[in-house]
């Protein structure tokens, strides 16, 4: 079994341009949050906020998501985006273990008043990064060593050069031609919601740099603030060791 190339992300960080980049590639199966479905809408559901008359898939379980990631790396190379809270429950050593970790995060700021506006009523549990930190200091005990950190904000603002860096840290060639597709159908990645939290990527055509944007967080409001204040210190401890662009 190959081990399986996991990228942990937050809602709202740009993970998706990520995947879809990877899907490019031509080289892996790629999985778009195979667990989030489930965390969601299957028969051992673990959504906060789940109620009688939310969506339900009979016969989707953790276990059934886990089985087909490893029949997939079974077969091959395969990449995988998604949140680490869906999973925080499984992460023994072992099933740690069949992965290659990286991480992508994102200024809390823009990751709580980007929820707010799609989703309102969204709670400090569904942004993934207090787990996303867990997960880090989990595995830089477990092995040593820290796993690749992307930044939202570094990879917007040079693509090439994080992209490069990143497929050096987990061992996988650069590819230029990945970073450029034609706008279109994002159907693969759109099981949640008929796809409307990617609609900037369907009128997309690649990872294009992009000027750094702010966002004032004393305009959003109350509990949206007291959101970002709580996961501000898992951000600012995991933002230290992001991954550098090489100069030459």
């Given at each position: 079994m190959n081990k399986i190339l996991a990228l942990w992300a937050t809602p709202r960080s740009t993970s998706t341009a990520f995947e879809w980049m990877m899907r490019m590639r031509g080289d892996m199966t790629c999985?778009?949050?195979?667990?989030?479905?489930?965390?969601y809408q299957g028969d051992d559901a673990r959504w906060p906020r789940?109620?009688?008359?939310?969506?339900?898939?009979?016969?989707?379980?953790?276990?059934g998501v886990w089985e087909k990631l490893r029949a997939a790396a079974a077969q091959g190379p395969v990449f995988s985006k998604d949140f680490p809270h869906y999973i925080e429950h499984m992460w023994t050593d072992a099933f740690l273990a069949h992965f290659t970790h990286s991480f992508l995060?994102?200024?809390?700021?823009?990751?709580?008043?980007?929820?707010?506006?799609?989703?309102?009523?969204?709670?400090?549990?569904?942004?993934?990064?207090?787990?996303?930190?867990?997960?880090?200091?989990?595995?830089?005990?477990?092995?040593?060593?820290?796993?690749?950190?992307?930044?939202?904000?570094?990879?917007?603002?040079?693509?090439?050069?994080?992209?490069?860096?990143?497929?050096?840290?987990v061992n996988i060639p650069f590819m230029t031609a990945a970073l450029s597709?034609?706008?279109?159908?994002?159907?693969?990645?759109?099981?949640?919601?008929?796809?409307?939290?990617h609609a900037n990527l369907r009128t997309s055509d690649g990872l294009k740099p992009q000027p750094r944007t702010y966002i004032e967080?004393?305009?959003?409001?109350?509990?949206?603030?007291?959101?970002?204040?709580?996961v501000l210190p898992h951000y600012e401890a995991m933002h230290k060791h992001r991954l550098r662009v090489r100069t030459q």
């Amino acid at each position: 079994m190959n081990k399986i190339l996991a990228l942990w992300a937050t809602p709202r960080s740009t993970s998706t341009a990520f995947e879809w980049m990877m899907r490019m590639r031509g080289d892996m199966t790629c999985f778009h949050e195979p667990f989030g479905e489930a965390w969601y809408q299957g028969d051992d559901a673990r959504w906060p906020r789940i109620n009688p008359d939310s969506p339900r898939v009979p016969g989707l379980t953790f276990q059934g998501v886990w089985e087909k990631l490893r029949a997939a790396a079974a077969q091959g190379p395969v990449f995988s985006k998604d949140f680490p809270h869906y999973i925080e429950h499984m992460w023994t050593d072992a099933f740690l273990a069949h992965f290659t970790h990286s991480f992508l995060i994102r200024d809390p700021a823009k990751v709580a008043t980007s929820m707010f506006k799609h989703w309102p009523d969204f709670v400090l549990e569904e942004t993934a990064i207090p787990e996303q930190r867990e997960l880090f200091d989990r595995l830089c005990d477990l092995h040593g060593e820290i796993p690749p950190v992307i930044d939202s904000d570094d990879l917007l603002e040079d693509p090439v050069g994080l992209v490069a860096a990143y497929c050096d840290a987990v061992n996988i060639p650069f590819m230029t031609a990945a970073l450029s597709w034609e706008p279109g159908d994002r159907s693969d990645v759109s099981w949640y919601d008929g796809g409307s939290w990617h609609a900037n990527l369907r009128t997309s055509d690649g990872l294009k740099p992009q000027p750094r944007t702010y966002i004032e967080i004393s305009d959003a409001p109350d509990r949206v603030q007291e959101i970002y204040h709580t996961v501000l210190p898992h951000y600012e401890a995991m933002h230290k060791h992001r991954l550098r662009v090489r100069t030459q």
